[in-house]
């Protein structure tokens, strides 16, 4: 038992940036991930199926902040009721913890988390989650309300 205890602590220690980097590496098939370090913080960009997704990091404090995002469907549309509807009902029964947002005139999939009490294994589910989910979805939303295939 003493074992587990340690391994969580040392997991506990683990920097989030390099829990999200990790997350990162594992998650890509080919190129690196591009990383820049900035004033406010960490941003790191890859390629994830059809998608280029975003994941940016405030700091290392608990009241720092993962945030993960990507673009699924620039804007405008010819059907942006429809559209708007649409993303609210998959907001609500089929986006987990993530969201969809209107963003900079796009329409991004996105989730955002403060990282008092978070885990390597929450960085990765988050991680995982919105890429694997705007990968799915871009192409869809793309032919629907832009007439194409992306």
């Known amino acids: 038992m003493a074992e587990l205890d340690v391994l969580d602590e040392v997991i506990a220690e683990t920097p989030v940036a390099e829990v999200v980097a990790t997350v990162i590496s594992a998650l890509k098939a080919e190129d690196e991930a591009a990383y820049e370090a900035q004033a406010n913080g960490h941003t790191w960009k890859f390629d994830y199926g059809t998608v280029t997704v975003l994941v940016h990091l405030t ?60 885990s390597p294994g929450e960085i990765s589910h988050l991680i995982t989650l919105v890429a694997t989910l705007a990968d799915e979805y871009d192409e869809p939303l793309q032919a629907a309300y832009l007439g194409t295939g992306a």
């Open 59 to 118: 700091g290392e404090a608990e009241d720092d902040t993962l945030t993960i995002w990507s673009v699924v469907l620039p804007l405008p549309v010819a059907e942006e009721a429809k559209l708007t509807r649409e993303l609210l009902v998959k907001n609500w029964d089929t986006t987990l913890e993530a969201r969809f947002a209107i963003w900079n005139d796009q329409v991004v999939l996105h989730t955002t988390r403060q990282l008092a009490g978070i």
